[in-house]
Nanobody
């Protein structure tokens, strides 16, 4: 049984930071691409960051470049999203995802709210 368990969301002021974690079990994590998505109310789900299997290349959507850092620790079967300089428009439910070809597995989502 595949599980992706997310943690680290919460309420933060603009300019603050949060670190999301996603612990993966039930698959060979190291051969899956790790992705972070988010979905804000009334908006389409968007890909925020995509981390290759070795963790040495990360693609970011333009709106988070320079502020967010995706990483992974294959020995711990865990992916991370460090979010700095948070903005109100970053408010969304964030989902972790493990992808290999047509195989996709999803976390339960964690709420990130940026508000003063």
């Amino acid at each position: 049984q595949v599980q992706l368990v997310e943690s680290g969301g919460g309420l933060v002021q603009p300019g603050g930071s949060l670190r999301l974690s996603c612990v993966v079990s039930g698959i060979s994590f190291s051969i899956y691409v790790s992705n972070w998505y988010r979905q804000a109310p009334g908006k389409q789900r968007e890909l925020v960051a995509s981390i290759n299997t070795g963790g040495d290349f990360v693609h970011y959507t333009n709106s988070v470049k320079g502020r967010f850092s995706g990483s992974r620790d294959n020995a711990k079967n865990t992916m991370y999203l460090q979010m700095n300089s948070l903005k109100v428009e970053d408010t969304a439910v964030y989902y972790c995802n493990a992808e290999r070809g047509r195989n996709n597995y999803w976390g339960q989502g964690t709420q990130v709210t940026v508000s003063s």
